[in-house]
């Protein structure tokens, strides 16, 4: 949905004085997006889950207390790494599906695939085998 002329004029508004008023977070906010932020947090959890096993590995013979530990960090790291992927995988399957066509011909996710599927199918499935 479109905004209108003077919802534009609003918003264009709103960007410049944040400009005006604080250049670096302005700045923060246009280069930060979903993307980025997701995965630095996916990549720091799989730096938490091998931290988790190297704990695990570690101190497991010598101390069950401090194996569990290792064992609850990498269990953290991976629910934090799957939120992630898939607000990542949300995010990128969204962006797919909806992309922006012209008006006969609407650019999808299924519009994309259907020739490959096709040739496929044709290759597949030959009756003169």
């Known amino acids: 949905m479109s905004l209108s002329e003077h919802e534009q ?6 960007e410049e004085s944040l400009v005006r008023e604080d250049p670096q977070f302005a700045e923060r ?15 720091w959890a799989a730096l938490g889950f091998l ?3 190297a704990v695990l590995v570690a101190f497991y013979s010598e101390s069950v207390l401090l194996g569990l530990v290792g064992v609850a960090m990498m269990f953290v790291s991976a629910v934090v790494f799957e939120r992630n992927l ?8 969204h962006d797919l599906t909806h992309a922006r066509g012209d008006a006969e011909q609407p650019a ?3 519009h994309a695939l259907h020739d490959t599927r096709e040739w496929i199918r044709s290759h597949l499935f030959r009756r003169d085998r």
């Open 86 to 93: 898939r607000r990542l995988g949300k995010a990128s399957w």
């Open 29 to 43: 906010v246009r280069s930060h997006t979903v993307y980025r932020h997701a995965g630095r947090q996916c990549k």
């Open 9 to 14: 004029r609003i918003l264009a508004e709103l």
């Open 108 to 110: 999808s996710l299924e």
């Open 51 to 53: 931290a988790g096993l």
